[in-house]
């Protein structure tokens, strides 16, 4: 497994309206499985947080949607938000029954000095392929307020 820390994420060119600061978007026929987003710090984001989804193009590039493909088990976990512009936003979006987004466990994410405690604080929109996603509070956090 690698680790990356002091990361600096700059926004996209023409600010990429699809994608998040951390995104899964695949292409083609694609499992993308176990990923995990740990530790993280955003000072200031213009776009989504978080962006996992199916799509047939990006940046001009065309994909194949025909085979099945999933995104499943990840993770995301002590996430610090200083500044979002338009407030929190994220998405995920599956593509079809055969190709869904499904098990994603949000933990300890605070905006500023909200802490999120549902999907609805964290601004998440998700349609019908989006399964099993669950989001909560740290012990820790709710000590904290």
């Known amino acids: 497994m690698t680790h990356k820390t002091n990361v600096t994420v700059y926004p996209a060119p023409g600010g990429a309206p699809l994608c998040g600061a951390y995104s899964i978007t695949p292409l083609h026929a694609t499992e993308i499985r176990n990923v995990i987003y740990d530790n993280i710090r955003v000072e200031h984001i ?9 799509t047939d193009e990006m940046y001009g590039i065309p994909g194949d949607q025909s085979f099945p493909g999933v995104i499943a088990d990840v993770t995301i976990r002590n996430v610090v938000v200083l500044h979002q512009a338009g407030g929190p936003r994220s998405e995920f979006t599956g593509w079809s029954n055969d190709k869904p987004v499904q098990g994603i466990a949000i ?5 500023g000095d909200k802490v999120v405690e549902d999907l609805a604080d964290m601004g998440l929109r998700c349609n019908e392929y989006v399964t099993e996603v669950g989001c909560k509070a740290t012990d820790v956090q709710k000590r904290e307020e």
């Open 46 to 54: 213009e776009n989504q947080l978080f962006c996992f989804r199916f």
């Open 107 to 111: 933990e300890g994410i605070r905006y």
